[in-house]
């Protein structure tokens, strides 16, 4: 995955939007986007949507539930789980200990829509209150069903008091640039996708595209998007380029030719062990997006 779109799913039309989108993931958002007295509606227009339109796009269907301290979490999962979605966002988890609590939620609704065990993912949002950013290690072998993890900033800002979360330069300022870092790190170890967050002004396309650079060049495989202009702008940046894959698909080859030896040379240059690791994660990123070496 490369782009991760959240449509919130109180609105057909929005659905609709996003389902036409070249989005990888569609995120159906029943959380914030929804205000409370409308909850209810939002996952009977969802559930409804989803079931009658997914064959119409090419994406994974994910649920943004609400969050399980708000006692809401099972009348999502209650009107959800019986269309089968791809997976579930949990937001404001705390440790491994809440996606555990979860994939048990969902192993009952699971079994009693007859679907198979595990069958439903999970990428939970991992830095929304300070408890969450110092417990990133916890999600190592916490469930099979975690695809990946990803931040955010505002949740997080409420929760320390923290009046903004960039300065004048428009950088995310050292407590943020720690989660941050604390999510892509929490992500390797893991061994699943690090996902970025969202880059809230949709207007700002150059914004976005440095942005999403950055996150790439630091090991994020996937940025979230809030409006279906960003997918285009996201699928390019964390899109292998053809001369990347190239590069990498000659040091696979060395190391092939070579018996695998712990180190080889290119041109003059020495390649070791983890280089070969970093060339291989390209290359299955590059086949993931449709990119050929």
């Not at 993912?121 to 190592?140: D, F, K, M, N, Q």
């Not at 407590?175 to 892509?184: D, P």
């Not at 650079?213 to 940046?237: C, S, W, Y």
Request: proline share 4%; charged share 25%.
């Amino acid at each position: 995955m490369r782009s991760l779109l959240f449509v919130p799913g109180d609105s057909e039309k929005k659905l609709e939007r996003g389902f036409s989108s070249a989005a990888d993931v569609v995120i159906v958002d029943l959380e914030d986007s929804v205000a409370p007295d409308n909850k209810a509606h939002a996952r009977g227009v969802s559930a409804d949507f989803i079931a009658r339109r997914r064959g119409e796009t090419r994406a994974l269907i994910y649920v943004r539930v609400n969050d399980l301290s708000t006692g809401l979490t099972d009348d999502d999962l209650r009107a959800i789980v019986p269309i089968a979605p791809d997976g579930i966002m949990l937001p404001k988890s705390n440790s491994g200990a809440d996606v555990q609590h979860l994939s048990t939620k969902l192993r009952v609704h699971e079994a009693e829509n007859g679907l198979p065990d595990g069958a439903i993912r999970i990428i939970p949002i991992i830095t929304e209150a300070a408890a969450g950013v110092l417990a990133t290690a916890s999600y190592v072998g916490a469930s099979a069903r975690v695809a990946g993890l990803t931040w955010g900033a505002e949740d997080l800002s409420a929760a320390i008091g923290a009046r903004a979360a960039r300065d004048s330069d428009g950088r995310y300022t050292d407590v943020f640039r720690l989660a941050r870092s604390m999510t892509v790190l929490g992500a390797a170890a893991a061994d699943v996708a690090a996902i970025d967050t969202v880059f809230v002004n949709f207007r700002d396309s150059e914004g976005l595209r440095a942005e999403c650079l950055e996150a790439e060049r630091d090991g994020f495989t996937a940025k979230m998007a809030i409006h279906p202009d960003q997918v285009a702008v996201i699928n390019e940046a964390f899109t292998p380029t053809a001369e990347a894959v190239a590069r990498a698909a000659s040091v696979v080859a060395a190391f092939e030719e070579a018996g695998n030896p712990g180190v080889v040379g290119i041109n003059g240059k020495m390649y070791d062990r983890p280089h070969l690791r970093l060339a291989q994660r390209l290359l299955a990123r590059a086949r993931a997006a449709g990119v050929g070496a």
